[in-house]
């Protein structure tokens, strides 16, 4: 017989349900294309956690759209993140006079949004905006602007829907904490 996934005291509090989750998506992608109206987005998605996020953000965009995915890795340690970004995989194609939307799965201190709209900035871009499903409560130290920000989510660890510990969870159609292995909530 398979094991239950995921196993029991893996995850605590569920902070967002699957539909909770697709109807801000469906709105944002609707945003989105009014905003953009007339232009075609480029996507760029930070891999790996963004992955869900983007596949149902732009299927959630009624007209044309591109999407690119960068991969890179951030100095910190599994649960904070320095803000020095080394770009393990860059974009495929040029974005000189695209209009970007830079997709993060969750801005927590802000520092990784930060750098990488520094990064594509200087790329010559014809605009460039911050789409993050998740924003920390009252976090923001690095002062960045998210154009469109899915949901504010309070300060504890959370997984699902892209998001991992240690690789596992992303799979989860909801987003909640993680209180398994290695947590420090276990019992
Ligand atoms: P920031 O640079 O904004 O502090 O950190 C952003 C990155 O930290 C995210 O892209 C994500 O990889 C990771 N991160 C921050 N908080 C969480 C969380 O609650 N759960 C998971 N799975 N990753 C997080």
Redesign the pocket.
């Known amino acids: 017989m398979l094991d239950s996934y995921p196993k029991d005291g893996d995850i605590g509090e569920i902070y967002l349900t699957e539909a909770e989750i697709q109807a801000r998506v469906s709105e944002l992608g609707q945003q989105i294309a009014n905003d953009l109206a007339g232009e075609v987005p480029l996507l760029i998605t930070i891999l790996k956690?963004s992955v869900l996020f983007a596949a149902d953000l732009m299927r959630a965009i009624p007209g044309a759209v591109e999407i690119d995915f960068m991969a890179v890795s951030?100095y910190g340690t599994e649960?904070k993140?320095s803000?020095i970004v080394k770009i393990v995989k860059d974009l495929d194609e040029s974005i000189a006079g695209r209009h970007v939307i830079l997709i993060?799965?969750?801005?927590?201190?802000?520092?990784?949004?930060t750098y990488l709209l520094n990064l594509l900035g200087n790329r010559e871009p014809a605009s460039i905006r911050a789409c993050s499903l998740l924003v920390r409560e009252g976090q923001q130290a690095a002062g960045v602007k998210v154009d469109y920000i899915g949901f504010e989510i309070p300060p504890a660890?959370?997984?699902g829907y892209g998001?991992?510990?240690a690789q596992q969870f992303r799979n989860l159609p909801y987003i909640g904490v993680y209180t398994g292995p290695g947590s420090g909530a276990e019992h």
């Open positions: 956690g951030s649960t993140s803000g993060e799965d969750i801005v927590d201190s802000g520092l990784t949004m660890f959370v997984v998001l991992d510990y």
